[in-house]
Structures are given as structure tokens and as C-alpha cells.
């Protein structure tokens, strides 16, 4: 998932700025949003009561282990062979800003819910990341975006040439990216 979501970054970031560099000066800043929704189940194949490990084998075959810390309740009432239904929500959000003096930053916000006492074992959870980037350079010649994020860490980003009017996004801009996933995973039969 790591993986997945720093690409969804990083091509959000690139359409995002490709966006932006179809806008004139006059024109507000552009912003994007994509989204994924999955839902998957799988069967519960082994346990490892002592160490709360569940190993489960997907619908497609493959296996996965976790460790279920002790918010989920009812662990114990885990069986091999129960049927788990997860659903997993994803939505990366870009905008750019123009220069506002701010720092970059991380926000980090999350909660976890329990299945209510009386029904069947799952937990939900949700984390909301939103980390602020400042455009440190552009070469326009080469069409490199160079972004510094909170911890001073740098990267750069290409802009394709189909992209026009690149000289609207200006050093000092501040990129937005808020991060959000949700999955929640109870067993269903």
C-alpha cells in the first residue's frame, strides 16, 4: 500500500502541475482529486492466537498475515474458515497555492472503531495525512518542478511537453497533498 500511495502521489503532483501550467496568472490555482475503492474477501486460513495472527488467503489465492492489536475485540472468536469482508477507500487531493510565507508541514490525524460488544469481530480505521510542499525551483528549460517538503527533503518532478504555460507556477508556490485511506474488515460468515 506504501508503494501504491507514494505513486499516487507522485502522479497526482504531476498532473496537478500540469494543470496548474494551463492556467494564466489571473486564474486560481488548480486542484485535482482521485479516489479508489476496493472490497475483497478472503478466508481465514491459520491463526496464531498467541502473537493475535491471522493469516488470510484471497479471493485470487494470495495470502497475507496480520496482527490484530487489542482494539479489535473478540479475537478469540476468530476461526479458521471465517469469511472476512475488507473494504479499502483511497483518495489523494493536490492543490497548488500561491506563496503564503508558511513552512511545510505533516498533519496527521486517525481513528480506529471497534465492532460494537455483541456482534461479530472487525475494526475500522481512518487516517487523514496532509503534507504542505514548497515549489523551491523550477527549470523551465528542462520542465523540472523541484518541491521541498517539511523535513527539507527534495524532489523533483517532470513536467511532460505537452504541458503549456508552465511559467504560471512560480517559486514560492505551496503544494497540498491530503492523503486519505480508510479499510474496514469484519467477518461476515
Known sequence: MKFRSHTA???GISALLASACSQTENMAKPAVAA?????????????NRPEREVIL???DGTTMGYILDDRVRKFDQIEVGDVVTAQYYEAVAI???????RAPDVQDTSTVQRAPL???PGASSLRIREITATVAGIDYDNRLVTLRGPTGQVRKVKVGPDVTNLEAVRRGDQVRVRHTEAIAV???E
Not at 95 to 101: E, K, L, N
Request: with cysteine; glycine share 10%; net charge negative.
Open 57 to 59: 488467503r484471497g479471493e
Open 95 to 101: 492543490d497548488v497555492q500561491p506563496a503564503a510565507g
Open 9 to 11: 502521489c507522485l502522479v
Open 35 to 47: 479516489t479508489d475503492t476496493v472490497q475483497t474477501q478472503a478466508t481465514v486460513i491459520a491463526i
Open 118 to 120: 455483541g456482534e461479530k
Open 186 to 188: 469484519a467477518v461476515t
